[in-house]
């Protein structure tokens, strides 16, 4: 079973560009090849912190695509599709190939803010259309909408819903979902800052900003929540703890940019209208990454 494949620290890769904007695919390579070399369990392409929304088409299906074929199989990778059109995003479905691709990463609805009701058959539509298993992807500070312990757990209920990755950072909700999920449903965070607490509740990993910046320090935090050894996830959480609100303090991705530019694996540009992290910020990061 993918579920099996998809537990503990998956991350959100950039999408790294060039000073005139292009894609940048070989700070993307050299990314990709840091992650896992870091220990990570799997890979996300285009998803909110890979600025897919800032990514036409064809460039959508070249990062995806290269990013397939320089990961070779090595871990599991899940593709970012998703969007406010129900149609549209089956469209999208319909005309990939999925070849080396495990799983969707598929964000509830936003912008036109639909009911309960609205997002479960959006995502009821989706699954049944999607050729892979679907990850459901909860992140109200985005979408404008929560989608509800009750929604989802009719959502697990279908086949090809997997799982979902949890960002509205309600701690009753989480309990509520780990309380009446399904046994094999996945429960992943959203929130780097508090994936420690979610594993403790009953979370199966998280989709990471922060671990695929620094992924041998966060992948052993997750390992050792998921074991148990608390003792030792602590010591590591406030290891990067600091650094993590200084990752989300100006906005994601501009804070894990920097952070990689300062490692010298990819870039920190952005495309408009996300602008760089403040030169009071980028000092502050550089201290605190070289203290690491």
Same mark, same amino acid.
């Given at each position: 079973m993918i579920q099996s494949k998809l537990r503990g620290t998956g991350v959100a890769l950039v999408t790294p560009f060039n000073?005139?904007?292009s894609v940048d695919f070989?700070?993307?390579?050299?990314? *990709?090849n840091y992650c896992i070399e870091g220990g990570v369990e799997y890979l996300v392409s285009l998803g909110t912190t890979g600025e897919?929304?800032?990514?036409?088409?064809?460039?959508?299906?070249?990062?995806?695509?290269?990013? *397939?074929?320089?990961?070779?199989?090595?871990?599991?990778l899940v593709a970012g599709f998703g969007g406010n059109s129900t149609?549209?995003? *089956?469209?999208?479905?319909?005309?990939?190939?999925?070849?080396?691709?495990?799983?969707?990463?598929?964000?509830?609805?936003?912008?036109?803010?639909p009911t309960q009701e609205g997002i479960f058959q959006h995502y009821k539509a989706v699954?049944?259309?999607?050729?892979?298993?679907?990850?459901?992807?909860?992140?109200?500070?985005?979408?404008?909408?929560?989608?509800?312990?009750?929604?989802?757990?009719?959502?697990?209920? *279908?086949?090809?819903?997997?799982?979902?990755?949890?960002?509205?950072?309600?701690f009753a909700q989480c309990m509520q979902l780990v309380k009446n999920k399904p046994k094999d449903f996945l429960l992943i965070s959203g929130d780097d800052n508090i994936t420690l607490g979610l594993i403790a509740y009953g979370f199966d990993g998280v989709i990471s900003v922060v671990g695929q910046a620094f992924p041998k320090i966060f992948t052993d935090m997750v390992r050792a929540s998921l074991q148990g050894d608390?003792?030792?996830a602590r010591s590591l959480h406030f290891k990067l703890n600091d650094i993590t609100d200084m990752l989300f303090a100006e906005g994601n991705p501009a804070g894990v940019k920097y952070a990689l530019h300062l490692q010298k694996v990819c870039s920190d540009h952005l495309r408009l209208p996300l602008v760089g992290l403040s030169d009071a910020l980028k000092k502050r990061m550089e201290l605190a990454v070289s203290g690491l």
């Open positions: 000073q005139d904007g070989a700070g993307l390579e050299r990314l *990709i897919s929304v800032n990514l036409d088409k064809e460039e959508k299906r070249e990062v995806l695509n290269f990013t *397939i074929e320089k990961n070779g199989g090595r871990v599991p149609h549209q995003v *089956i469209k999208d479905l319909q005309q990939y190939h999925f070849k080396g691709v495990d799983a969707v990463l598929s964000v509830s609805p936003y912008y036109n803010k699954a049944a259309e999607s050729p892979v298993p679907v990850i459901l992807y909860n992140v109200p500070g985005r979408t404008s909408s929560n989608m509800q312990a009750a929604t989802t757990l009719r959502l697990a209920e *279908i086949p090809n819903i997997i799982g979902m990755k949890e960002a509205s950072g309600d608390f003792a030792t």
